[in-house]
């Protein structure tokens, strides 16, 4: 088992990429703090994990909270005693252009990407500080190297998240902290069903999206999280400040 004895705490943990990466590492023995405002989200991660014969707790509630950040690392480091690997998966896009992105929804859009991403680090570091190292993994989006049109807040943010994600892994490379971002491409999740939905014609969308793909098809969470696994082991001992594109070809054409 590639985690066993070691601590997570994933963001996002409701659905999607955060689930089964949270599944995933929980099969490879790890503790997992699974973390989102979806309670129902969560029970289910639960139910998957408890089923794998894994161990993890749940903590309900919204990632740009700084209080609930806090008090969720204080109470796993409580129980643990350590935390090896933060996952910050959770996210979510509002669509439109500069036009007509909504300030509120362009501000909510900042709030839990960047927002969440940053809050989550400032309280897992010291503790990975203390303890010699951990690894933190981040969410971007091939969409932040690419470009792509309509989504401008969250292509944005996404962006603010490579960044983050390189200056973290200088700041704190010497404490044995590895800091690496994922871009996946467009992967089938309920994330990706809504951000089609938001189209007047959400099949032709659907379409050109899954053949922007070189591979002509959308990836599956449990894909992404095979590279989060990969990210949180020691297998990745000397990765740290890169972007791990997870995305079918997206990029290469
Ligand atoms: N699905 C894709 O195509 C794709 C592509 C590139 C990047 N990503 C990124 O991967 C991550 C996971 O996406 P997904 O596709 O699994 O989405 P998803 O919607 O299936 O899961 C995201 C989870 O985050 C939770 N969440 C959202 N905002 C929250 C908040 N403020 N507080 C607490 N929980 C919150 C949701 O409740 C949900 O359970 C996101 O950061 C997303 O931007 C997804």
């Known amino acids: 088992m590639r985690l066993a004895g070691r601590t997570a705490i994933v963001t996002g943990a409701g659905s999607g990429i955060g689930r089964a990466s949270a599944v995933l590492f929980a099969k490879e023995g790890a503790f997992v703090g699974l973390v989102d405002r979806d309670r129902t989200g969560l029970q289910e991660t639960l139910v998957a994990i408890e089923g794998a014969k894994g161990e993890a707790s749940m903590h309900v509630g919204d990632v740009s909270e700084a209080d609930f950040a806090k008090d969720t690392v204080g109470g796993v480091m409580a129980r643990r005693g350590r935390l090896d690997v933060l996952m910050a998966a959770a996210g979510f896009s509002c669509g439109g252009t500069v036009l007509t992105t909504?300030?509120?929804?362009?501000?909510?859009?900042?709030?839990?990407?960047?927002?969440?991403?940053?809050?989550?680090s400032r309280a897992a570091v010291p503790e990975m500080q203390?303890?010699?190292?951990?690894?933190?993994?981040?969410?971007?989006?091939?969409?932040?190297?690419?470009?792509?049109?309509?989504?401008?807040?969250?292509?944005?943010?996404?962006?603010?998240?490579?960044?983050?994600?390189?200056?973290?892994?200088?700041?704190?490379?010497?404490?044995?902290?590895?800091?690496?971002?994922?871009?996946?491409?467009?992967?089938?999740?309920?994330?990706?069903?809504?951000?089609?939905?938001?189209?007047?014609?959400?099949?032709?969308?659907?379409?050109?999206?899954?053949?922007?793909?070189?591979?002509?098809?959308?990836?599956?969470?449990?894909?992404?999280?095979?590279?989060?696994?990969?990210?949180?082991?020691?297998?990745?001992?000397?990765?740290?400040?890169?972007?791990?594109?997870?995305?079918?070809?997206?990029?290469?054409?």
């Open 102 to 120: 909504d300030p509120a929804d362009w501000d909510a859009v900042f709030r839990t990407n960047v927002g969440g991403t940053w809050l989550w």
């Open 130 to 253: 203390r303890q010699g190292g951990g690894s933190i993994i981040t969410l971007a989006s091939q969409l932040a190297i690419a470009g792509g049109r309509g989504n401008s807040a969250y292509i944005a943010a996404k962006g603010a998240i490579i960044s983050l994600t390189r200056t973290m892994a200088l700041d704190f490379a010497t404490d044995g902290i590895r800091v690496n971002a994922i871009a996946p491409g467009a992967i089938d999740t309920p994330m990706l069903r809504r951000s089609f939905a938001r189209h007047a014609d959400p099949e032709l969308v659907r379409e050109a999206s899954r053949d922007r793909h070189a591979m002509k098809r959308f990836g599956r969470a449990e894909e992404v999280a095979e590279t989060a696994l990969h990210l949180a082991s020691d297998a990745s001992s000397f990765t740290t400040g890169t972007v791990m594109v997870v995305d079918g070809g997206w990029l290469a054409a």
